[in-house]
């Protein structure tokens, strides 16, 4: 499995409280992703980054930040946590880019439950 | 926007019986891939198909990519209680982002 890790892998909060999941891979690879995991919607992207500083949103981005100041770390924060937002989120990396090759590498996720 | 489904969403399989399952996109397709989801884990890449009509073989998975680049199948056959889990497509249109399907889940009876 490609070097990334997940932190936490599991948590609980609450309605309003803000929320920080951070992904850090060691593969030194460019791009990196979040995605959320749902029950019939497969996984949809929430944000990406094509680099340091350099971020773009998904197309479920509404509540979420992100954030990339070093090449191995991407940052997910929810600033104020709803129900709609528990789920299970991926971690994603890859070399490069779309409309190349470009395998991506997903982190083992974490549960986050929203009450 | 762009749209991909997947069919069926749930297929059940008596062990050594094939699995096929199909990938349709709303939009023409530059690539498309292929991941796997074991039950309680994350997925991981199995292929990557970019021509027209293309096929690509993995032992007993067969993969083809339709010649309009708008669909894709996984064919399976002879499945083993090891092929259990979510099968996803992901879809890109040439210079987006990639969009998954929402996966077939497969269950194999021994």
């Known amino acids: 499995d490609a070097g990334i890790t997940q932190s936490p892998r599991h948590k609980v909060t609450e309605t309003g409280t803000p929320v920080t999941l951070r992904c850090h891979q060691t593969?030194?690879?460019?791009?990196m992703y979040w995605y959320r995991q749902d029950p019939g919607h497969g996984l949809r992207l929430i944000h990406y980054s094509y680099g340091v500083k350099d971020t773009d949103k998904g197309e479920v981005s509404d509540g979420y930040s992100v954030s990339r100041s070093k090449t191995e770390d991407f940052l997910l924060t929810l600033e104020s946590a709803t129900s709609s937002q528990t789920s299970v989120y991926f971690c994603a990396i890859s070399e490069s880019g779309p409309g190349s090759y470009n395998e991506q590498f997903f982190g083992p996720g974490t549960r986050l439950t929203v009450l | 926007g762009q749209q991909v489904m997947q069919i069926p969403q749930y297929q059940h399989v008596q062990e050594g019986e094939d699995f096929t399952t199909y990938c349709n996109s709303s939009t023409t397709l530059s690539n498309i891939q292929w991941y796997k989801q074991r039950p309680g884990g994350h997925p991981v890449f199995l292929i990557q198909?970019?021509?027209?009509?293309e096929v690509k073989k993995q032992k007993r998975l067969t993969f083809q990519f339709g010649e309009a680049k708008k669909n894709s199948s996984l064919h399976i056959t002879a499945t083993q209680t090891t092929d259990v889990g979510t099968y996803f497509c992901a879809g890109v249109v040439y210079g987006q982002n990639f969009v998954f399907g929402p996966g077939t889940r497969l269950s194999v009876l021994p």
């Open positions: 198909l970019v021509k027209s009509g």
């Open positions: 593969e030194n690879h460019r791009y």
